[in-house]
């Protein structure tokens, strides 16, 4: 065993101890789906295995935690005005660094902005980790099979598509909208309108 693939063992015992055996095995489906589109995009297959493992780390913590967490760390106090669908990236990347010991500022940035996308300046491990935690296989929705396709053409194109289908499924739901989603979105539209 390689010293990585013992730091990755350790860390999965870690992760798997703070979450639901289903989203348990989301995760590790997200790590072994972040590594294809590593190599694929020139990115260390290792670093996105590793930060796809914890992406969602801190999904499952309660409300409590979070906003303790915001504090305890000094983050925008506007955060407590969200939800665990973006505390558990925003926030979840600081308990990774406390709490798992993970200091890669590659990997807390690849979890922060999986819950929000960023935009055309996002680092591409960031858009590793998005696209994985979108397309993993067991992921069942319509329109997946085209979404690995484009990702699979091109990854830039596949963040946008995300965002894109993601605001549509949020606004038809009536939910609110994180503001970094939106600014995410309209820079990749500027982008691709160029």
Not at 105 to 133: N, S
Request: charged share 25%; net charge negative; hydrophobic share 40%.
């Amino acid at each position: 065993m390689t010293a990585f693939e013992e730091e990755l063992y350790a860390v999965e015992k870690k992760v798997s101890a703070q979450l639901s055996d289903g989203r348990f095995q989301h995760c590790l489906r997200v790590s072994d789906y972040a590594r294809k589109l590593a190599q694929k995009n020139g990115v260390d297959e290792n670093q996105a295995a590793l930060a796809g493992l914890v992406h969602d780390y801190a999904k499952e913590r309660p409300a409590e935690d979070f906003l303790v967490a915001i504090d305890r760390f000094h983050l925008d106090p506007n955060l407590k005005n969200w939800s665990r669908a973006i505390w558990h990236g925003v926030v979840g990347a600081e308990m990774i660094q406390d709490e798992l010991g993970i200091d890669d500022p590659a990997i807390l940035d690849a979890v922060r902005l999986h819950t929000t996308g960023d935009g055309v300046e996002m680092p591409t491990l960031a858009k590793i980790v998005f696209m994985a935690d979108y397309l993993e296989t067991g992921r069942d929705f319509p329109g997946v099979k085209e979404a690995r396709e484009i990702t699979n053409k091109s990854l830039d194109r596949g963040v946008f598509y995300q965002l894109q289908h993601t605001l549509s499924f949020l606004a038809e739901n009536g939910n609110v909208i994180y503001p970094k989603t939106f600014t995410s979105y309209n820079d990749w539209a500027r982008h691709f309108a160029e």
